[in-house]
């Protein structure tokens, strides 16, 4: 049966729509009536309420083949059948029938709540208070003589009125029994299914759900990122004429200023650089977040672009009284990047390092070639990918600075986000350099992770592979 | 409900429901030990192992009217167990009363508030309102501690609308009352939409008296009813 095909709950439980061979198993029911059998020598036959019939343990007793031998009684043994299919029980009111002079049948009722599903016929069988055959079977038989009949009446059952009774009603109970289980088994596997059928259901409606939800956040974000990117391209162009006309004016362009003068204008003219960075961070950032950032990957050397960075960086390591030194590998193979990003990866580990680093301190930068397994780039099966290995840069930047706890190694890839300590406090900036860093390094096919320095400081450490992975 | 003219056959669908173990299929057992041979079928229980329900109970009453009209009465138990939801929304359907067991524990007031919920829901999955569905609500196990006191649940049930039972499905106590009142209630109901009382000359309160009696229930529908907690007056009934 498909499960929809099945019954519903109501129709079994309410409407009652099933047979006897729905809840019955046809093999099970053919066993039990055997053994009833050989335990109370009684035949048994079980019709379904549509006239299938489901049970026979009755075969043709040598009584009929004897009397079929002759004529009248070949005739009576053919109405014995009929004569048992026409009988009509009632609820609790069995019927007897004759099939032949002195031979017996019963057939009772198989009800569910009230309501018919099958027959039980017993029989054939004798009553026990005939010892003889009737006179009416010998007539029968006339032309036979009558020999051997009597032995043949001998071998039927024989049993009294009150045995049949009670042999009805075991057999009936232990049937409706047998029904009961059937429904139950039969209900039990319908809740099943439909339960099953129910929660699929709701799953995929719930999950609808989601994605719809989800579609609708994307949309907003997307909507951010532009709106981001418009607002910072409209602030920066009148702050561009801003640095621009306090620059001419510092350099008296628009004659002689004053000292005092002079040094409100360069606060104007500093403030405004620092919005700019901050705006040009923004774009960078809603460029990058909505993907319209592109990367002109090159040929690159790892080395030369640490070395690049060094010596910007230095004037300000030097001021702040910070070792800054360089440990790259030499003869790095070339890797397929984009050197301007690069480098702007590498500028802000480093400031923020130097920035991070107190008066004494050293922060070095590094490039190795490296071979790493595949396996770490995520996903499962590393029995599989554990076996592929690329080749990557792996720069570090190492700082003998504050630190950065465990808990806050995650979060300080996030935009805006800043541990809060006195010394960031200190230390100012907006909390965009590492969500940049980190946006630039996945634009790579890069990683980026953080380890403790040892005995203190923190490493940051960014790999990016030679050559761009085969598409999985 | 399940009208069949021909044969004279009524069936109607009961369905206890509530939280998981507050005494739902108790209650049904307790019905079948009180109900009388020859009204009573087998009671059919889809359980596990350690007694709960996994899919449902069935008891298969049936009684017959003066007015020859033969009711049979379904009642049902539904699963409490929060994860058989889809179970219970299927069990729900076409309910013709709803019978809301609770647990009496103090403890236990949210969860059955949150079954109530649960019900409503299930019911409206298929169209149909809790505001309209003959209900009763029976807090059970009132031989426990920290019960929710009689004053407090029967200002409560002075609130409501639908009659209010205390019980001890145990032992019995309050088990048939529910029941009866069940039947009240969904009577007045199916009476009003299909007139039985027009089209087969079917006399609801002597039925529910020939019900109450199979059931050893000494008294009448007023009794059952007086019994409620809360209740004040009887003025409702037999409009
Ligand atoms: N003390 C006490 N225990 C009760 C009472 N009624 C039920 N119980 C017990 O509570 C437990 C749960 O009863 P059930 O009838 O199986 O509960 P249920 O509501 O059918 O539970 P689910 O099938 O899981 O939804 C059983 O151990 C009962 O014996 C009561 O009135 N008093
Ligand atoms: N090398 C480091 N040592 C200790 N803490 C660090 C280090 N690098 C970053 N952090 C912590 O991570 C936070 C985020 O860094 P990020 O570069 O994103 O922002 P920022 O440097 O505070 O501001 P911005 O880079 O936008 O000017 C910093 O505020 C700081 O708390
Ligand atoms: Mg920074
Ligand atoms: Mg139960």
Known sequence: ?472 | MQLDFATKEMTIKLVYYGPALSGKTTNLQALHAAASGDSKGRLMTLDTRDDRTLFFDLLPLSFEDASGLKVRLKVFTVPGQVIHSSTRRLVVQGADGVAFIADSRVAETETNAESFVDLRDNLEAHGMLLGEMPLVIQFNKRDLPAVRPKDEVAEMAQAGREPVYLAIATQGDGVVETFLALLYQTWKRLEKEHTLSEKFGFDGRAFIANVAEKLGFQGSIEDVLAHAVGATSLGEVGE
């Open chain 1, 1 to 472: 049966m498909t499960p929809d095909e099945a019954l519903s709950l109501d129709q079994l439980a309410i409407e009652q729509k099933f047979e006897l061979e729905d809840l019955l198993d046809k093999g099970s029911l053919g066993e039990m009536c055997r053994s009833f059998e050989s335990l109370f020598e009684l035949p048994v036959r079980i019709y379904s309420s549509s006239g299938a019939l489901l049970a026979d343990t009755q075969g043709v007793p040598s009584l009929y083949r004897y009397l079929e031998k002759a004529k009248a009684g070949r005739r009576a043994v053919q109405d014995v059948a009929t004569g048992v299919r026409r009988a009509e029980p009632l609820p609790g009111a069995p019927v007897l029938i004759e099939g032949v002079p002195g031979v017996l049948y019963q057939a009772s009722l198989i009800e569910h709540e009230g309501r018919s599903l099958g027959r039980i016929i017993l029989g054939p069988y004798t009553d026990d208070s005939q010892n003889e055959p009737p006179a009416a079977l010998f007539d029968l038989v006339e032309e036979l003589a009558g020999e051997g009949i009597a032995q043949e009446w001998a071998n039927l059952p024989s049993l009294s009125s009150l045995a049949i009774g009670r042999l009805e009603r075991h057999l009936r109970a232990t049937l409706e029994l047998l029904l009961f289980s059937g429904l139950k088994a039969h209900m039990a596997s319908h809740m099943h299914m439909a339960s099953v059928r129910e929660s699929f259901r709701e799953l995929s409606e719930r999950n609808q759900k989601l994605k719809d939800a989800y579609e609708r956040l994307k949309e907003l974000d997307r909507l951010k990122s532009n709106f981001l990117a418009t607002v910072s391209h409209e602030l920066r162009t009148p702050l561009t004429s801003i640095i621009g006309y306090s620059e001419m004016l510092l350099e008296g362009i628009a004659g002689e200023v004053q000292e005092e003068q002079k040094e409100f204008v360069e606060t104007i003219h500093e403030k405004g650089e620092q919005l700019l960075e901050l705006i040009k961070s923004l774009l960078d950032l809603s460029k990058l977040e909505s993907g319209t950032m592109s990367l002109h990957k090159v040929a690159t050397t790892g080395d030369a672009i640490v070395k690049d960075v060094v010596s910007t960086l230095t004037p300000t390591a030097h001021k702040k009284g910070v070792y800054l030194l360089s440990a790259s590998e030499a003869d790095l193979p070339p890797m397929l990047a984009d050197p301007e990003r690069m480098r702007q990866v590498l500028i802000n580990l480093t400031e923020n390092a130097l920035k991070f680093t107190p008066k004494g301190g050293s922060v070095t930068l590094s490039a190795v070639h490296k071979k790493e397994a595949a396996s770490d780039m995520g996903g499962g099966g590393s029995v599989l990918m554990g076996a592929v290995r690329r080749s990557v840069i792996e720069f570090s930047v190492a700082d003998t600075g504050i630190g950065i706890s465990d808990a806050e190694k995650k979060r300080v890839f996030d935009a805006f986000y800043q541990v809060d300590s006195s010394s960031t406090r200190e230390a100012g900036g907006t909390g965009l350099g590492l969500s940049i860093v980190q946006r630039l390094v996945d634009g790579h096919d890069g990683k980026i992770s953080i380890e403790d320095n040892d005995p203190q400081g923190s490493v940051f450490i960014v790999t990016v592979p030679l050559k761009k992975p085969p598409t999985t």
